[in-house]
């Protein structure tokens, strides 16, 4: 062996021991005090029970940090890896009501099985399963597919009904239990099996809800063994410390109410807006929506992007027809999102409605975007309670209400038109601001005036009638020209005078006039009931139209392409 040689395997022998000496080092040995089991242990299993847990190896490198607690890793001397709570001095009284409370919910899927309390070094401290896994503040930033931190509709609804899944899985519980403390840091996802990414081609997250410290419960019934039927309004003993962001408003509004299960369906309906809708998560506008290249968003949600593919086939949509249809799939996202979200506790619905009903809009999702783009009505979600708070149209009533609407406005306003001509023709009306003088057919010009919010608006909405922003800015734009004419009018002198009030009234009209199709148009997009017809009379497409079409196809068949990648990789995993 040359001396070089010996010089290299010296150095990795003590960068070994090195790494060896520092993973030893950051193991803290415990010894756990006055431990107590959850549950009554048989005497001959009793002793082999605390015998798992009378020494353990404390990871501190592994560490996750509460506001009143660290929970570290820690494995015992049969290499089995637990989660260790330790609680301030302060705390202890929080740790027996967590305790008490996880102990109603350990060994139920989604919730981490408890294992005992203890003391540490005098510090009151919880045994509990290790989540191998990240929380969903941390999954979230992962899974947006646009810079606004919006994530796939199909996979936020897939993360709500497990997660809804999990809260009505307490319904076992002879007393119901409540988490009181629903956020993005208090909702897992347990990657020991499969990783985030397997789990979002899957369509199936297995989610663990953790922090029971701000849990609610019949602490009276619990004790007795006497279970009671509890409803949306029922409220339980302890006073709930909820993440601001998620709370309940009835939980906001005062500090001393108690919380119902009520409360944790609306902060899960909130933790999916934020989700779903980014950094604005009560604009409801969803990636679909957002007016951003529809073919960039599909790109990084290959599953969407090949039942695009496959809804198209024969009718060669344009990528803006692609959005519209893949937003009008889903708005029956948003309305059973909206059902949790009101401020009746007992008007929203139940963790179990919301699941089933979640779980038929992921199912009916791929069908309904075929639906969209061909005109037809979309295939409804199972809620039964969805007609308690919020009406649902379909694409022909939409249709319907929109051109009414406008027809009925423009109608008003022509009419507006016509009479104020006819009223200075037959008045001779004319009017004065300072030299400036209009009389006669001169006086016409003010008919002309009216005109000129309606288009304003029209022009600062933009080519997009869906986006809101667009909504805002011609709506500032109507009412700054509306207000700049009624000034005018006030202005001026007229002759008649009464001239003036019917002047001044038909500035307000057409703003208003003006205004209403802007709305209507934002409200309820434009789309074809005879889509499908229409896609087929198309004539051979123009350049910028074969090269739309053309973006389309090879968006599909990358998306294809990606999922025959991923199909074959499962193949060689298994």
């Not at 809804?164 to 076992?172: C, G, H, P």
Request: charged share 25%.
């Amino acid at each position: 062996m040359s001396d070089e040689e010996s010089v290299v395997e010296l150095y990795d022998e003590s960068t070994q021991l090195r790494q060896q000496n520092q993973t030893t080092t950051s193991l803290r040995v415990i010894h756990l005090e006055d431990f107590e089991a959850p549950f009554t242990l048989p005497s001959e299993d009793r002793e082999a029970y605390l015998r798992r847990f009378a020494t353990l190896f404390v990871d501190e490198s592994r560490m996750r940090e509460g506001s009143t607690s660290k929970i570290f890793q820690a494995v015992n001397a049969f290499d089995e890896r637990f989660a260790l709570k330790e609680y301030e001095d302060k705390s202890a009284r929080r740790m027996d009501h967590e305790y008490e409370a996880h102990r109603l919910v350990s060994g139920i899927k989604g919730y981490p099985t408890l294992y005992g309390k203890a003391h540490v070094a005098g510090k009151p401290a919880l045994v509990m399963e290790w989540i191998e896994g990240e929380d969903l503040l941390h999954v979230h930033a992962r899974l947006a597919i646009d810079d606004e931190g919006r994530i796939s509709p199909l996979t936020a609804a897939r993360l709500g009904r497990d997660l809804f899944d999990v809260l009505a899985r307490t319904n076992v519980l002879e007393n119901t239990m409540v988490h009181g403390d629903l956020s993005l840091r208090n909702i897992m996802v347990n990657a020991l099996r499969q990783s985030v990414e397997e789990q979002t081609q899957e369509g199936s997250f297995d989610l663990r809800l953790i922090d029971m410290g701000s849990a609610c419960f019949d602490k009276a019934s619990h004790a007795n063994g006497h279970g009671q039927d509890r409803s949306n309004g029922d409220e339980f003993a302890y006073v709930v410390a909820a993440t601001p962001e998620f709370a309940a408003p009835e939980l906001k509004e005062d500090s001393n109410v108690r919380c119902t299960p009520a409360s944790d369906v609306y902060a899960a309906a909130r933790i999916i807006c934020y989700l779903l809708y980014g950094n604005e998560p009560s604009s409801f506008v969803t990636a679909h929506g957002s007016g951003d290249d529809i073919a960039a968003v599909l790109l990084r949600e290959p599953e969407v992007a090949v039942a695009v593919n496959h809804a198209s086939a024969g009718l060669s949509p344009s990528l803006e027809q692609i959005a519209l249809a893949l937003e009008l799939a889903d708005e029956p996202l948003a309305d059973l999102l909206k059902c949790c979200l009101d401020e009746d506790p007992k008007k929203r619905p139940s963790a179990s409605a919301m699941r089933d009903a979640l779980d038929s809009f992921c199912a009916s999702y791929t069908s309904n975007i075929g639906h969209a783009l061909r005109g037809e009505d979309l295939e409804p979600c199972r809620a039964p309670f969805i007609n308690k708070g919020l009406s649902r149209f379909s694409l022909q009533a939409r249709n319907t209400i929109r051109i009414v609407g406008k027809s009925v406005s423009w109608g008003l306003l022509a009419a507006v038109l016509v009479i104020t001509a006819i009223a200075i023709q037959a008045s001779a009306a004319s009017v004065n601001w300072g030299d400036v003088r209009l009389e006669g057919f001169a006086a016409e010009v003010l008919v002309a005036l009216l005109l000129v919010p309606p288009f304003v608006g029209r022009a600062l909405r933009g080519k997009n009638p869906r986006k809101v922003s667009g909504l805002v800015r011609a709506s500032a734009g109507i009412l700054v020209v509306g207000s700049g004419l009624m000034y005018l009018m006030f202005a001026g002198q007229f002759d008649p005078h009464a001239f003036q009030q019917l002047m001044e009234s038909a500035v307000f009209a057409s703003a208003i006039m003006g205004w209403c199709p802007l709305v209507l148009d934002c409200a309820f997009p434009p789309i074809s009931a005879s889509v499908r017809r229409r896609y087929r009379a198309l004539p051979e497409p123009a350049v910028d139209g074969a090269g739309e079409s053309e973006r389309v196809r090879a968006l599909g068949e990358k998306a294809d392409d990606v999922q025959g990648v991923q199909e074959k990789r499962d193949d060689e995993c298994d």
